[in-house]
């Protein structure tokens, strides 16, 4: 193709540019005239490398492509769909669900796929969204309800230690004071991210990182490694510098503690890790880029009991623990637009939090 034909081309279908989609132009005889750049991203290759190619050979299957272009240029259908496997090099093939249709021009065809792991994704977090409004209503209920006879136990039990003289009597009272502050502490701490203002401020993902690696390493100076990855040409972004530090340090406390037998075994390691996302699709919304923060451990991996429910709050996988620190770390991640993903096997655990950037 003509470099003139090749850019009046890209200048015609440059919206597709802005789909999250992988998208591509092609003729009736199944050769590229047109790449949109989420395509670039998910085969690592170049626009210019990709027009002029036969589409079919970045395909697992790709008979079943080259019988549905036959049934597009004999008219047989105006829109196909289909499932199919992308190839990408020595990555795993990655599955998509394939859009076949005719445009308004006869020697043409448009082609989208939109990869299954990014649909599965994009259903999680409506699943998230949706349990976390419904947590802090849930939240917001359960502590009106227990704050108000909480007070009034505490207030009795004051009253009545005043009015007794029995030792053993008035450690009972100060055994119902003791467990009646710890259950308020308990609701303040389960209110806080709503009460909280959210402070807004330039936000470095590298310094966040090191604060909490030097609180990791504060606590567990000897047997913990904690090791950074770092892409060093993430900007800095808009955000609250705190709650940021608090849902990584959540996330990587919770690590430490789960690594205890590594840690006797003197093998225990964290991995920070920071990457860009490109053409992200977050809470329903197309973003451009993304920051990808990775907090990975060696360590067992989550219970497949609570797997599917380790963002709710109260639910814990650790003895004594209190099942909140997930539960604010997601909270304080989509207060910045973003979301928190595990992913766990025995030996490798990934939190990652995703934050869309300007």
């Not at 807004?200 to 490694?225: K, M, T, Y």
Request: glycine share 6%.
């Amino acid at each position: 193709m003509a470099f003139g034909t090749v850019a009046r081309a890209s200048k015609r279908f440059q919206a597709f540019d802005l789909l999250a989609t992988l998208v591509v132009v092609l003729r009736h005889d199944g050769t590229i005239v047109f790449a949109n750049s989420a395509l670039e991203d998910a085969l690592g290759t170049s626009r210019r490398t990709l027009e002029g190619a036969a589409l079919a050979n970045f395909f697992i299957d790709a008979g079943t492509l080259r019988t549905a272009i036959e049934g597009a240029r004999s008219n047989d259908f105006a829109t196909l769909r289909y499932e199919a496997q992308l190839r990408r090099g020595t990555q795993e093939p990655l599955p998509v669900l394939v859009t076949l249709a005719q445009t308004d021009r006869k020697a043409e065809l448009l082609l989208e796929m939109s990869p299954q792991e990014q649909q599965v994704r994009q259903d999680r977090e409506v699943r998230l969204l949706d349990q976390a409004q419904a947590n802090k209503e849930l939240i917001r209920n359960l502590a009106h309800e227990i704050k108000n006879p909480l007070g009034g136990i505490r207030g009795a039990a004051q009253l009545l230690q005043m009015e007794i003289e029995s030792r053993d009597l008035i450690e009972y009272t100060q055994v119902i004071i003791h467990e009646a502050d710890r259950l308020q502490s308990l609701v303040d701490r389960l209110l806080a991210p709503h009460r909280r203002p959210h402070v807004v401020g330039d936000v470095n993902i590298h310094e966040v990182c090191e604060r909490v690696r030097s609180v990791l390493l504060a606590e567990f100076p000897h047997d913990l490694e904690v090791e950074r990855d770092f892409d060093p040409s993430i900007p800095e972004f808009r955000g609250d510098r705190e709650q940021l530090i608090q849902a990584t340090l959540n996330i990587a406390h919770n690590a430490a503690q789960a690594l205890a037998e590594r840690r006797s075994a003197g093998d225990a390691r964290i991995t920070f890790r920071t990457r860009i996302a490109r053409q992200v699709i977050l809470n329903k919304q197309w973003w451009r880029l993304a920051l990808e923060l990775h907090v990975i451990d060696n360590g067992p991996g989550v219970p497949d009991s609570i797997k599917d429910r380790i963002f709710y709050p109260l639910v814990s996988g650790r003895e004594g623990g209190t099942g909140l620190g997930l539960t604010l770390a997601q909270t304080f991640v989509q207060q910045h637009h973003g979301v928190i993903e595990c992913d766990s096997v025995p030996g490798r655990t990934d939190f990652t939090i995703l934050i869309p950037l300007p």
